[in-house]
């Protein structure tokens, strides 16, 4: 089973400023496999990228990702109040098994 | 629009099985290239991936709760179902359902908004 790591657990930012967010997987995951989802306190996730770096519907510029073989990463350019929330990543492997990692907190410094 | 919405009972006692239902409208389960997945997330922790049901009927369950899940569906009622067995004080937790969709990869779009269960004697 492929275990995905999250880092930072929590990152302190300021409106406007960027955020990086990394995912690592403890084997090759296919790019393709590879998501990313919002959650914002007391709501459901709400997916912003599959495929690695495909924006789903709605989700504006500002999201993007990046990334391949075992590490990935969630870039949120900009910060926009509404975007301070806890990111998850999410693989699937060829079993259909899948995994999320622990999540990153944004949160306003 | 498309919308899924979990239903079940919001405390069990430890032992006793747990049954969840996802009611779904907006698409249908016999639709090729597509899938509705249980999704769950103790108090303040991460999500967790519980099981699977594809169009066709395929099964997949989480590697280590295997022995404890069963999930159907009933495509004439737009029900998918999930029961776990020996519930433990440690399976409290918000439940969700989520359709999953081909696009190329495999991906959840779109969200139940959850049910917590709590296990507790």
């Known amino acids: 089973e492929v275990v995905l790591t999250q880092s930072p657990g929590t990152l302190s930012l300021s409106p406007g400023e960027s955020a990086t967010l990394s995912c690592r997987a403890s084997q090759s995951v296919t790019s393709s496999h590879l998501a990313w989802y919002q959650q914002k306190p007391g709501q459901a996730p709400r997916l912003l990228i599959y495929?690695?770096?495909t924006r789903a519907i709605g989700i504006p510029d500002r999201f993007s990702g990046s990334g391949s073989g075992t590490d990935f990463t969630l870039t949120i350019s900009r910060l926009e109040p509404e975007d301070f929330a806890v990111y998850y990543c999410?693989?699937?492997?060829?079993?259909?098994?899948?995994?999320f990692g622990p999540g990153t907190k944004v949160d306003i410094k | 629009q498309i919308t899924l919405k979990e239903s079940g009972p919001t405390l069990v006692k430890p032992t006793q099985t747990l049954t969840l239902t996802c009611t779904f409208s907006g698409f249908s389960l016999s639709t090729s290239g597509v899938a509705v997945g249980w999704i769950r997330q103790p108090p303040g922790k991460a999500l967790e991936w519980l099981a699977l049901i594809y169009w066709n009927d395929d099964k997949y369950y989480s590697p280590s709760l295997n022995s404890r899940l069963a999930i159907t569906k009933d495509t004439s009622k737009n029900h998918v179902v999930l029961t776990m067995t020996t519930m433990d004080p440690v399976d409290t937790a918000t439940y969700y359902c989520?359709?999953?969709?081909?696009?190329?990869?495999?991906?959840?779009?779109?969200w139940g908004r959850g049910t917590l269960v709590t296990v507790s004697s």
């Open positions: 495929g690695a770096s």
């Open positions: 999410q693989q699937y492997d060829n079993s259909h098994v899948f995994t």
């Open positions: 989520a359709r999953l969709v081909w696009s190329g990869p495999w991906y959840f779009d779109v």
